[in-house]
């Protein structure tokens, strides 16, 4: 436990973004992980990878992940999209 004024209200803040963040970071990890269950299926569903697209995009605008990782993980989405298609 830290005895600086400044460094337990930093504690306070730290513990409500993480609580926040979390949130964000989950239904991001949850939205891609049903896309992809959507895409490895064969029977890939358009709302489900709009939905995860849009939940990277959401982390990515609060700063919860930053925004080369969202970009990352929907070109990985869309690459396996795409290649699901060919088949």
Sequence with gaps: MAN??????????????RLRNRTFRGAARAAV????????TGKPDQATIIEAISR?????????????NAARRKSRLM???AAASAK
Aim: aromatic share 0%; net charge positive.
């Design 33 to 40: 992980r049903d896309a992809r269950v959507s895409i490895d």
């Design 56 to 68: 990277l995009d959401k982390a990515a605008e609060k700063g919860v992940i930053h925004k080369n």
């Design 4 to 17: 600086i004024k400044s460094q337990i209200k930093r504690d306070r803040q730290n513990e409500k973004r």
């Design 79 to 81: 690459k396996a999209l």
